[in-house]
């Protein structure tokens, strides 16, 4: 008999095991436990670890003889699953055991997340833009992003994390040091998304910009610099060095407008407190903003300020105060489409969060429809007259593609269309949704992606991506939905928005529930109660009920008991969806009880 096939073991991207020849590994293991056990293996300096380390990590309040027991039993079905044709009694050809110690059979087993690190560290001690390339691209997704809340996992992450920033930005600097700007923009915003606060990505992406003419994106992106490091290190400042870029890519040199700058800052950084859950700090951030703007006498800038802040305060205090102060500042008869769209929006946020559906539907495509007229104006002439036969999705594909229609559109205004675009598809595709409407709620969310990638926000994107979570999940295809979620919660963590983490993580527990699998759901849901117990209201209303759902077969009491508490904070929030989930919820749980 020839030697055993290599044993791959993916941990990028979610676990998973092949071989290159033979009968494949199991899809599916017996138990969780022996999942755990190989990737502890895994991620243990030379595939090793001591019996005791790996039953204090899996059975921490176990007595010894039942996590001796467990260990034994965990070892059994994880040597069976890798290779299903072992025989009874025969030795694993990966998991071998060498007295006290368990490891990885070494020559036999190979790790992606070893490659990736070995590669990383190679190309940082002096390789080449393609060997930069290269192992950047050996780091295929985040570390078991399906034990994102297992303390064992996170200092692995976190050191796989930071390499692969450090990775990106150095190639980053090699292609804009080669004059490859638009490919070192790309790379930085990659970084970006794993560490949004990071100084030096945020440079390098303004020098790109820079280097492309773009003068307003690298304004704008320095605002979101400023905006991240206060929000992430209570008040730090960009450096010199990045400070002087944003002079250089200011429109009026030398001297910058104090006040102008000042309000723009803040608006910004209302983003990233309201991303953060910090609404109170929002509210107070962009009053500053549009108190400035009144005295510099900027009615736009006034209206979009004004327009963010009703959003803001329809989620963190009343819709009467929300609806006053969008009324308040109207946008002027004519002023650009995407401003009327923006104020559109505004009232379709005050509206869907107070539960009036239908009437939030009817705002979010009046916004859709204010910027189809922006693109159509932006179109260069063209001779002859307008096709009449043209296909009636022919004006939804130009807005769903600003920069094919955008030649005489700013680069950085067609990422605020683009961002603008997918938040009015998925607010229809949410409205739909909760309007019971499932069919229509598809396209909306589909044609919302596109959009989305191309504002560069992966905040917004997560929010796209948990509207098609919830259509999948409603049409009954529960592990496309799973893929949804996950990317979502991905996006919502990298973007450091807490609220929309726990939102995120409750939904996935719930979808875990659906598919059987109690012992994830139980831990997504408790982690996302964790995560919400901060903010109270509404968030925590979602993760309570969640958690509900999860004990319902098991533990009723503890359910209803979650569930009087989520009924509390749904309240205390002011959300009608979350005040008719919790009713569901009982309902369910009531129903149950009787089966």
Request: hydrophobic share 45%; with cysteine; net charge neutral.
């Amino acid at each position: 008999m020839g030697a055993p096939p290599t044993l791959r073991i993916r941990l990028l991207g979610g676990f998973r095991t092949e071989r290159a020849s033979g009968v494949p590994p199991s899809e599916r293991w017996p138990r969780p436990s022996a999942r755990t056990v190989v990737k502890l293996l895994a991620l243990a300096p030379g595939h090793q670890l001591h019996r005791e380390h790996l039953m204090a990590e899996c059975w921490p309040h176990a007595e010894l003889p039942a996590a001796q027991r467990n260990l034994r039993v965990a070892l059994h079905a994880a040597r069976h699953a890798l290779e299903p044709e072992l025989t009874p009694r025969a030795a694993s050809s990966y998991v071998v055991a060498d007295g006290a110690l368990l490891r990885l059979a070494p020559g036999r087993v190979v790790v992606d997340a070893d490659r990736a690190g070995s590669l990383a560290e190679r190309a940082l001690s002096g390789g080449d833009t393609a060997q930069l390339a290269a192992a950047l691209d050996a780091f295929t997704g985040d570390l078991l992003p399906e034990d994102r809340y297992a303390p064992w996992a996170e200092p692995h992450r976190t050191r796989l994390a930071e390499l692969r920033v450090r990775v990106a930005l150095a190639l980053a600097r090699a292609r804009l040091d080669a004059g490859d700007a638009e490919q070192a923009a790309a790379v930085a915003r990659l970084a970006l998304e794993s560490a949004p606060a990071d100084e030096r990505a945020h440079r390098v992406l303004i020098g790109a910009y820079l280097r492309q003419g773009m003068r307003g994106a690298a304004a704008r992106q320095y605002e979101r610099c400023a905006a991240a490091m206060d929000s992430a290190d209570l008040g730090a400042r960009p450096a010199p060095e990045t400070t002087r870029l944003y002079r250089a890519a200011l429109d009026h040199p030398p001297e910058p407008e104090p006040e102008a700058d000042a309000a723009r800052v803040r608006v910004a950084l209302a983003r990233t407190l309201e991303r953060s859950g910090r609404y109170a700090d929002a509210v107070h951030v962009l009053r500053e903003a549009l108190a400035s703007y009144e005295l510099q006498q900027r009615p736009d800038a006034c209206t979009l300020t004004a327009a963010r802040l009703a959003e803001v305060l329809s989620r963190a205090t009343t819709p009467d105060e929300a609806r006053a102060t969008l009324a308040g500042h109207p946008p002027r008869p004519d002023a650009a489409p995407a401003v009327h769209a923006a104020h559109r929006m505004a009232e379709s946020v005050i509206l869907f969060n107070d539960g009036e559906y239908e009437a939030g539907l009817a705002a979010a495509r009046g916004a859709e429809e204010l910027l189809r007229t922006d693109v159509r104006d932006a179109l260069p002439a063209r001779p002859g007259p307008p096709s009449a036969t043209a296909p009636s999705g022919a004006a939804t594909a130009t807005a769903g593609r600003p920069e094919q229609a955008a030649g005489h559109r700013r680069p950085d205004r067609q990422a605020e269309h683009a961002a603008l675009l997918a938040r009015s598809l998925a607010q229809q595709a949410a409205c739909h949704g909760l309007l019971g409407r499932n069919v229509e709620a598809i396209a909306p969310a589909e044609r919302a992606l596109v959009p989305a990638e191309e504002s560069g926000d992966p905040a917004l994107l997560a929010t796209v991506l948990s509207v098609l979570r919830e259509n999948a999940r409603r049409s009954g295809r529960h592990r496309k939905a799973l893929e949804h979620g996950r990317r979502a919660l991905t996006l919502a963590e990298q973007a450091g928005r807490p609220t929309a983490t726990a939102f995120e993580r409750a939904n996935l527990a719930e979808l875990h529930l659906l598919l059987g699998e109690a012992d994830e759901a139980e831990q997504l849901a408790g982690a996302a109660v964790g995560l919400a117990e901060p903010f109270g209201g509404t968030v925590l209303a979602f993760a309570l009920t969640a958690l509900a759902r999860v004990r319902a077969a098991t533990d009723p009491d503890s359910a209803r008991s979650l569930l009087d508490r989520a009924e509390r904070c749904a309240h205390e929030g002011g959300h009608r969806q979350a005040v008719d989930e919790v009713r569901t919820a009982r309902a369910e749980l009531a129903e149950h009880r009787r089966g």
